[in-house]
């Protein structure tokens, strides 16, 4: 086999392999990766033999792969996300009613999707660079969940040093106690006086001057915008299509678009999946971009769905370049314009193809309370608040065939968010369990990027 080649969605990089996206996570052009050519799949060759979860993973992403790993390294980082779930279906779909379902992607070590690609990128990266020798100083900025995966999924790994940077006094008990309590020596949590866009701003300068660190060792991130962790959100949709007689519609609760965006990829190789529709709360630059072609970067806005507080999804780059038919340049064009002055007008046959391809609704607070009492009262379950965007959405869709809400984390992650909508605490799941007598470690600093480098030593 040949190996997959990935472009820039920004026309000015070189091409890289697959390894290359995995340690690189963006573009040296500042772009998103993304391959060549979209790779035909087959949804009777991913299962044939009853294959299990690991197996579909391990052959959906092999032509995206390649040789870009070492030989047996992606059977190795599949099995592993599969193992580290505890449940046997990995990914189950319930069915609340007839023809609406909810696909559970919470059964992970941290309760929330966000560990079936972490998990996957740190089997990934382990083999790489156990392969190469090098190290990686891997830093993250987080309001939470992805924080709290990547401490699970890198802590003890050999030739990686994580850094978590998290807003001070701003990240939930549960989500703080999941960063803190590791144990781990490669894992270092530094609090900072400041609030998440302190960190992200952090994120990006230490990126950018990792010259000024003392060390050798490469510096990378893994944020949603990282190709590998994407594509390893493509296998559950698969999954789901091999359950269902017939193509659904998905509704995603969607923050930076990673995960709708996985959806788009399974559909574009050929898999049966029907429309896609992004939920948002009431941070909703997508929304406003699909229905009016101004894409508009405005003040995040705190929601009970905290994990999709975001202002400007990272990942519409990827659909962007998609409905240019391609086009770099003008994918670049819009994107730098929209960088500088947080707005941009998309160009009309753009904004078409874009509606093409993807639908989106954003769904308010009260409804967000609404509906996690209504799934309460009528099907007898507790849903978090991000779940319940997305079944909000779901229910008002008329029902030509079968509707996938995705529901992205364990209810008892948000037990504030639920015990004010249902007046009571949600029951926690074994591995959210004991969190609290443990030792926590964390350094507080300064918002500035001398008092980070002095931590990071
Ligand atoms: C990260 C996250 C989302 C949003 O996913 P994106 O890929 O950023 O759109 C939704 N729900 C939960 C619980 C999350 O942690």
Not at 188 to 205: E, I, M, P, S, T
Not at 299 to 314: H, K, L, N, R
Not at 351 to 356: P, S
Request: proline fraction near 6%; aromatic fraction near 6%.
């Amino acid at each position: 086999m040949t190996s997959p080649s990935y472009v820039s969605t920004r026309g000015r990089s070189p091409l890289t392999d697959f390894a290359g996206t995995v340690i690189n996570g963006i573009a040296p052009d500042g772009g998103l990766f993304a391959p060549s050519v979209w790779p035909r799949l087959e949804l009777d060759a991913l299962i044939a033999g009853g294959a299990d979860y690991a197996t579909l993973a391990e052959r959906l992403l092999t032509p995206f792969v390649g040789e870009g790993l070492p030989e047996g390294a992606l059977a190795a980082a599949t099995r592993r996300v599969q193992e580290r779930f505890l449940h046997p279906d990995v990914v189950p779909l319930v069915e609340l009613e007839p023809g609406l379902h909810v696909l559970e992607l919470f059964h992970g070590p941290t309760a929330a999707f966000k560990d079936l690609a972490m998990q996957l990128v740190a089997g990934m990266a382990e083999s790489l660079l156990a392969t190469t020798g090098e190290r990686l100083l891997l830093v993250t900025a987080t309001s939470g969940d992805t924080g709290a995966a990547a401490v699970k999924a890198f802590a003890g790994a050999e030739r990686i040093d994580l850094v978590v940077l998290h807003p001070l006094g701003r990240v939930s008990p549960m989500q703080r106690l999941q960063m803190t309590t590791s144990g781990a020596s490669n894992v270092l949590n530094l609090a900072v006086r400041g609030d998440f866009d302190d960190c992200q701003r952090l994120l990006k300068r230490l990126l950018s001057e990792t010259g000024k660190t003392k060390t050798t060792r490469r510096v990378s991130s893994v944020n949603s915008i990282n190709w590998a962790r994407l594509s390893g959100q493509a296998p559950y949709y698969a999954a789901t299509a091999a359950k269902l007689a017939e193509p659904a519609t998905y509704v995603v609760p969607t923050g930076n678009f990673g995960d709708a965006f996985a959806g788009w990829v399974a559909r574009q190789c050929g898999l049966p999946i029907g429309d896609l529709v992004a939920a948002t709360n009431r941070n909703d630059a997508l929304v406003r971009a699909l229905h009016t072609g101004v894409y508009e970067r405005t003040q995040a806005e705190p929601t009970a769905s905290v994990s999709m507080d975001v202002q400007a999804p990272s990942n519409f780059e990827r659909l962007v370049f998609e409905a240019t038919g391609r086009d770099a340049d003008l994918t670049r064009g819009l994107f730098e314009d929209f960088n500088k002055a947080g707005r941009v007008t998309l160009p009309d046959e753009v904004l078409a193809a874009l509606r093409r391809e993807v639908s989106a609704v954003s769904v308010s607070e009260a409804e967000t309370v609404a509906e996690m009492q209504r799934t309460w009262r009528e099907n007898g379950r507790v849903i978090c608040p991000h779940t319940a965007v997305a079944l909000h959405a779901a229910r008002r869709i008329e029902r030509t065939g079968p509707v996938v809400a995705l529901s992205t984390a364990h209810p008892a992650k948000f037990p504030d968010s639920v015990e004010a909508a249902l007046g009571f605490a949600p029951e926690r799941p074994p591995q959210l369990q004991g969190l609290e007598g443990q030792t926590e470690r964390f350094e507080t600093v300064d918002a500035t990027l001398e008092a980070v480098l002095a931590a990071i030593g």
